[in-house]
C-alpha cells in the first residue's frame, strides 16, 4: 500500500489513517536551495511518526542516479523500485535524524 502526502508534513488524520501499518518513507531527493528537500520532510515525517508512537517505520532515499522515484519509474519499472525499497530500506529511529545529516553534509 502506498500513499503520498503531498509535502513534508502529515495531518493528524492522515497519520491515523496509515497507524495499521509499517510505514516505509521514500521521499524524492531533489536539492532545495541550501538542502535536499527529500531529507528535510524524511527526518519531520519520520520524527513525527516516532513522537506518534508508531513502533516500526522504516525509510529509504532514491539511488543516487535518480533524484526522485518518478524519474526511476519512467526508466525502469515499477519491479525495480519495489525490489530497491526492499533491498535498501532501513529502520527509521530516534538516532537517524543525526546520521542522515552528518551524511549530507
Not at 510505514?23 to 524524492?28: K, Q, T, W, Y
Not at 522515484?69 to 519499472?77: I, M, S
Amino acid at each position: 500500500v502506498g500513499c503520498a502526502i503531498g509535502g513534508k508534513f502529515m495531518s493528524e488524520t492522515q497519520i491515523e489513517m496509515i497507524r495499521q501499518y509499517e510505514p516505509v518513507l521514500a521521499f524524492d531527493a531533489d536539492a532545495g536551495f541550501k538542502k535536499d528537500a527529500g531529507l528535510q520532510a524524511l527526518i519531520e515525517v519520520g520524527r513525527s511518526l516516532l513522537e506518534k508512537g508508531f513502533p516500526k517505520i522504516n525509510y529509504v532515499r532514491p539511488p543516487k542516479a535518480f533524484k526522485d522515484w518518478n524519474k526511476l519509474l519512467v526508466e525502469k519499472n515499477a519491479k525495480t523500485i519495489y525490489d530497491y525499497i526492499k533491498h535498501y530500506e532501513k529502520p527509521f529511529t530516534s538516532f537517524t535524524p543525526t546520521i542522515l545529516l552528518s551524511q549530507n553534509i
